[in-house]
């Protein structure tokens, strides 16, 4: 296991850390008058800049927000119920319904939980194949983040939807490339227990070359949104700030802890698939508000995009899967301890704590960790004190998915 | 002032944006009568409101009425209602029902690639100025009533696209106890796109199907062609506990009464709902700490004692 | 793991429990290590110690229900039913950024205590436990659903819980 | 700065001849001059609709409405008549004569503002003394339709976007005013032939030496952005937030007067900014008849304003007080100094 913590940072000089005060969720409203000073506005669950079904109660002041109460379940769809009943070869195509921008690394990280409990281990050319898909999958997830939160600060009808235009636009590109890889655009059923299920086309890798150089070269713009267009600036900038010791208390990992100046990413940490062979930049921030979180985004795409690179010249041969394929449902038999294991998702860490039955052919109880439902927690610390407005750039920079949220 | 029934989010509204909560009296029913001929004066016999049971598609339309109501003109109906039917099906305002990943497939229909807007269909947030309902995700129990009341928001005419086999059936998540299993079990759906999710090019594909059955339509029922009304497209009848899916030939047209009544129990269809929502009741006071705790921490205490 | 910290883990569950549960898990872990069972006394003071020794990061809880099982002539004396609650914390600063998870096991009407005083994350993560699996969360400053609406009946991911329920009107 | 000769920027001089009766009656003038300029302003207004989704297209790598009609072109026609076909619903909780005077009052007080502005020499309804007064004051009632709607809509998120607007409104109004003064107080006349006329002797104030003219342009033109709540001032209608603004509750033609009024409006704010600061119908040579002029100078700046909006993100609402309060009304009170200042040494109305 690799403890290199030597790694670059890429830290932005313009903000310090200062902690904001915490705010208490459960602030009590009985100093208000009733029905004079306080109303209620529910946020959702069909609003457009609640990133899906989402529902968040506030209680305002004017335009300022006393209290938050958020209400997510809109989209329960007992996922986990569903994988108890089902069998372990059957699980990989529901989960890539889970965080529907990133499948890839919700699909790889079940099949790990089930590596890992049965001792299999990855042939290396099935593991360098995952890396790279993760990381063209992170750039996907990421320029969808990155568009909607531009969307949520410039409106619909206004500047933001440029951005989320162009970035649908380049999201196009990995898609296809995918697209040619598995025959879906986004509900893979790529990664299997064991490797991997599809092996690269020959020829796929200068495609990917082309569009990785088409989105290096836009994203300029994206980052120079951010940074050289004032009002972004304003909207941004000292907004929703969350402090170090609140990110840690409520989970938070990924885009979001290294805004805040979580200096932790599993990629380099605690290294799976092929990444103890990468030399990996972590970038931290330190600001922990929307523009940090934006940034953090910009730049993790620049160096996803690095790795990629790297990744796609050096693919090495040999098989992409150790087992046989799955031929029936109970073809994939895992008997073990319980585990818990966990990749370095697009949004954080994303975790999967399995207990398989006795049997194994099942899980007896799967628990997913979502690092949206996390994220999506940070509503009722955050909101409080920030206007109206900012409630919606503050919500868009934390990227929830409701699929993960709910599940 | 009358309570507020129609709000387009679905919880939007409480009673501290409308003054008192009463019934509406004779004085407020005949201001209404008013204003209805005040406005129809003053907009040159637009369409003014009437009470509509939602339930029902027939949807009489009061500008062709008027139209056709003029000596010599009714001879031009079929002209006139190809014109609207022209204008509906080339003017769509989407109202995007977007739950989960086909909704991200529907963002992609409208972004560049695909580009709904070059057939002039543009997605507006409030289901009030909207169209077609694209139902794109999976509607769960906790979804379903929002889903059923933002739907009976959106002004006649209105269509509604399922997008996607979650919306069509439930697909894999069908038996799970807190989904819906196909969202044509309490809305009249006009168009199924099949795909887990659709490639955007299939809405686009599924909003032109709509364009034919617009054009092909009058009233909620078939009209032109010589289709018979029992020739409208409805997925296979799928029966899961009883549930019958409108359009099937033992269930009546609209929402059974216990649908309704879930749907209501948000509190915008009448004051004796206007309380039901979950918490607005106790926001000013301290919050309470939950029973099913109390309940434990009580009984954790008395096996304690004993 | 370093090992001042699993002795003070050690001797922190060597200390009886103020209270005894009334049925004490049969055989607990006595090595310190992954996926140990600790009382469910003990519970809320292992998760300060690890705090207080970087292990910071909030990652998860997971609640399982166990139904007694059908006496077999394998096991003639299979255990009563209960619940398993596991807890994650990582430690993100540490070398290796490693993750720590131990569980407890708790009597169908026992509760376990909240850590939301420490992890402010928990506060949803275990009220959707209680939500879906119906482990009760003592102290837990709001204990209500979470997931599912608020006048929903039982909790789905209990093994006793019919997959298919229907929920007049709407399945 | 060249001026034009006179004889190209009369209309009636340019029909041949003899002149119509009609035009020479005082109600007939004013009925064929308010035909002609109703037309012109509801007819650009309505395919700047379709220019602007075609616009914003391009930008965003789309095409835009191109399926209705040749190149999309009848895509208003289509959009309109289905607006009116649709339901008008009222919301149960509404107050109902206010929510159904709000649109008519929204397109009245829009529409008597075109009867003073002047697309040309004697292109115009009625060249009024008070015609700046007349059409700053219509356009500040529009706040009036706009509460309305957002009070009587009885919805939270309605009664949001009529504050905002109100609070917008009525601040931007004085910069606003205090930039159009500076015309007024060089010319000495409210009327604004008389304004365009002296630009045409005295050269476009826009280029005046030492700078009031090109400041009160750069303020009036942002105050009249946010007047007309284009972004990045739509804070009053921000989808992201309050989902529609006013227009919340709002369907079908009901709704569809809202956007119709914004374009008529903006487009009348072009013009009149064009009028007061760019020399109205005079050009910078003298070879094409006025009308081109002040058609092109207006269109120049409504396709301005559409370039704003596709490309700025929308300011926070105390962000845009704060714009106002602090820069704009200073820097308007400055214009009027330095215009009068002006008039003082170098010389002004005589």
Request: a negative charge; aromatic letters at 8%; one cysteine or more.
């Amino acid at each position: 296991m690799s403890t290199d913590h030597a790694s670059t940072h890429v830290v932005t000089p313009w903000t310090a850390l200062t902690p904001p005060p915490r705010v208490d969720p459960y602030v009590d409203l009985s100093e208000f008058e009733a029905d004079g000073d306080l109303m209620v506005l529910n946020l959702g669950p069909q609003h457009p800049s609640t990133h899906g079904v989402f529902r968040i109660k506030l209680v305002l002041d004017g335009e300022v927000i006393v209290k938050a109460v958020g209400y997510p379940g809109y989209l329960h769809r007992g996922v986990e119920k569903l994988c108890e009943k089902l069998t372990f070869a059957n699980i990989t195509p529901i989960l890539d319904k889970n965080d529907y921008l990133a499948p890839m690394t919700s699909e790889q990280c079940f099949n790990m939980a089930l590596e890992k409990i049965a001792g299999v281990e990855v042939p290396r050319r099935g593991r360098w194949i995952r890396t790279l898909l993760a990381e063209l999958q992170r750039i996907a997830s990421h320029l969808i983040a990155i568009g909607t939160f531009a969307m949520d600060i410039g409106g619909a009808i206004g500047g933001g939807t440029n951005l989320f235009m162009w970035t649908f636009r380049e999201r196009e590109l990995i898609l296809n490339a995918f697209e040619e890889l598995t025959g879906s655009r986004f509900h893979y059923n790529t990664s299997c227990f064991g490797g991997q299920r599809h092996d690269l086309p020959a020829g796929w890798d200068l495609g990917v070359i082309k569009a990785l150089d088409q989105i290096e070269r836009r994203m300029v713009e994206y980052a120079d949104f951010g940074t050289a267009n004032p009002i972004f600036v304003n909207r941004c900038r000292g907004i929703g700030v969350l402090g170090r010791d609140l990110a840690l208390e409520l989970g938070l990992s990924g885009p979001l802890g290294r805004a805040s100046g979580i200096d932790h990413d599993l990629r380099r940490d605690a290294p799976y698939h092929c990444y103890d062979e990468l030399q990996i930049n972590v970038p931290v921030l330190t600001a922990g508000d929307c523009e940090a979180r934006y940034d953090i985004r910009v730049q993790e795409v620049r160096e996803s995009i690095r790795l990629s690179r790297q990744l796609l010249a050096g693919v090495p041969e040999g098989p992409i899967c150790s087992e046989k394929p799955n031929i029936g449902p109970t073809s994939v038999r895992v008997k073990g301890a319980p585990a818990y294991v966990a990749i370095e998702g697009p949004r954080g860490e994303l975790g999967t704590f399995l207990i398989p039955t006795d049997k194994g052919t099942q899980p007896y109880r799967m628990k997913i960790r979502p690092p949206s439902l996390h994220a999506v927690a940070v509503v009722e610390h955050l909101l409080p004190g920030n206007n109206l407005s900012d409630a919606v750039a503050i919500l868009g920079s934390l990227d929830p998915i409701m699929g993960e949220v709910d599940r | 002032m009358a309570v507020t029934q129609d709000d387009p989010q679905t919880d939007a509204v409480t009673p501290d944006a409308a003054p008192t909560d009463a019934a509406p009296t004779d004085a407020e029913a005949a201001s209404f009568a008013e204003a209805q001929a005040l406005a129809s004066a003053v907009l040159g016999g637009v369409a003014a409101p009437t009470a509509l049971d939602r339930d029902s598609r027939s949807y009489s339309n009061p500008l062709l009425d008027k139209v056709i109501s003029v000596p010599g003109l009714d001879v031009a109906v079929a002209t006139v209602e190809r014109l609207l039917d022209w204008a509906s099906s080339n003017s769509f305002f989407i109202f995007p029902m977007a739950t989960s990943c086909c909704g991200i497939e529907f963002m992609a229909a409208a972004a560049s690639r695909v580009d709904l807007d070059r057939m002039g269909a543009i997605i507006r947030p409030t289901p009030r100025q909207c169209d077609v309902m694209v139902v794109a995700g999976t509607i769960t129990v906790k979804m379903a009533p929002r889903v059923r009341k933002l739907w009976d928001q959106m002004p006649e005419p209105k269509w509604c696209v399922a997008m996607g086999s979650c919306a069509i059936s439930g697909d894999f998540y069908r038996d799970i106890y807190s989904v819906v299993p196909g969202v044509d079990t309490f809305i009249p759906v006009d168009v199924y796109v099949p795909g887990c999710p659709p490639n955007p090019e299939e809405l686009m594909k599924g909003l032109k199907r709509l364009q034919v059955k617009i054009g092909m339509q009058r009233d909620g029922t078939w009209q032109r062609s010589g289709m018979p009304a029992e020739a409208r497209p409805e997925t296979k009848s799928l029966k899961l506990g009883g549930l019958l899916r409108i359009g099937d030939p033992d269930r009546a047209a609209g929402l059974s009464d216990a649908q309704r009544d879930a749907s209501r129990s948000l509190g915008f269809d009448g004051a004796e709902h206007r309380g039901a929502d979950e918490d607005h009741g106790n926001l000013f006071d301290p919050p309470e700490s939950p029973p099913a705790s109390q309940a434990a921490a009580a009984e954790l205490e008395a096996t304690h004692e004993s | 793991m370093s090992p001042e910290l699993e002795a003070e883990i050690a001797a922190l569950l060597a200390d009886p429990p103020a209270d005894p549960p009334a049925d004490p898990p049969a055989d607990p872990l006595q090595v310190i290590a992954e996926g140990m069972i600790v009382p469910a006394a003990h519970h809320h003071a292992l998760a300060t110690l690890l705090k207080a020794h970087g292990y910071g990061l909030y990652v998860t809880v997971a609640a399982s229900h166990w139904p007694q099982e059908k006496a077999s002539r394998k096991e003639p004396n299979p255990p009563p039913e209960r619940f398993e609650v596991a807890t994650v914390l990582r430690n993100p600063t540490a070398p290796g950024a490693p993750a720590f998870w131990w569980s407890v096991h708790l009597a169908p009407a026992e509760a376990i205590d909240s850590i939301v005083d420490l992890f402010a994350g928990a506060d949803w993560q275990e009220r959707e436990q209680w939500d879906l699996v119906g482990v009760v969360f003592a102290n837990h400053p709001n204990l209500k659903r979470l997931m599912l609406p608020e006048d929903w009946q039982g909790h789905p991911l209990r093994k006793d819980y019919a997959i298919d329920t229907p929920h007049a009107p709407w399945r | 700065m060249t001026v034009a000769s006179n004889a190209s920027n009369s209309f009636i001089m340019s029909l041949p001849s003899p002149v119509p009766e009609i035009l020479t009656h005082p109600v007939g003038h004013g009925l064929v001059m308010g035909t002609i300029i109703l037309t012109f302003f509801m007819l650009i207004s309505a395919w700047s609709i379709w220019f602007e989704r075609r616009f914003a297209g391009r930008m965003q790598s789309r095409v835009g409405p191109n399926v209705v009609g040749p190149a999309g072109l009848l895509q208003p026609i289509a959009d309109a008549i289905k607006l009116l076909r649709k339901e008008n619903l009222v919301p149960s909780g509404a107050d109902k004569v206010l929510f159904w005077l709000s649109p008519p009052m929204t397109l009245f007080f829009t529409l008597a503002t075109l009867a003073v502005i002047p697309l040309s020499e004697d292109l115009l309804v009625a060249e009024l003394d008070i015609g700046l007064l007349w059409v700053l004051a219509f356009s500040g009632l529009l706040l009036f339709p706009t509460w309305i709607a957002g009070w009587a809509s009885n919805n939270k998120y309605t009664l949001f976007a009529s504050m905002r607007a109100v609070a917008q409104g009525i601040s931007y109004e004085i910069p606003l005013l205090f930039s159009a003064i500076v015309p007024v107080v060089v010319v000495g006349s409210l009327s604004i032939s008389d304004i365009v006329r002296y630009q045409g002797e005295h050269g476009w104030l826009l280029f005046w030496p030492l700078g009031p003219g090109a400041l009160g342009f750069l303020i009036f033109f942002v105050a009249s952005l946010a007047e007309a709540n284009r972004i990045p001032f739509d804070v009053p209608e921000a989808e992201s937030e309050l989902v529609a603004g006013v227009t919340v509750e709002y369907s079908g033609m009901m709704y569809g007067l809202f956007p119709m009024t914004e374009y008529v409006h903006t487009l009348i704010t072009s013009a009149l900014a064009s009028a007061l600061f760019l020399g109205g119908w005079y050009g910078p040579f003298g070879w094409a008849p006025g009308v081109h002029w002040m058609v092109g100078k207006t269109l120049f700046l409504f396709f301005v304003i559409f370039w704003a909006r596709w490309s700025l993100v929308r300011f926070r609402s105390d962000q845009l007080m704060r714009l106002c309060w602090v820069w704009l009304v200073p820097l308007s009170l400055l214009c009027v100094c330095g215009a009068a200042l002006w008039v003082v040494y170098v010389g002004g109305v005589a």
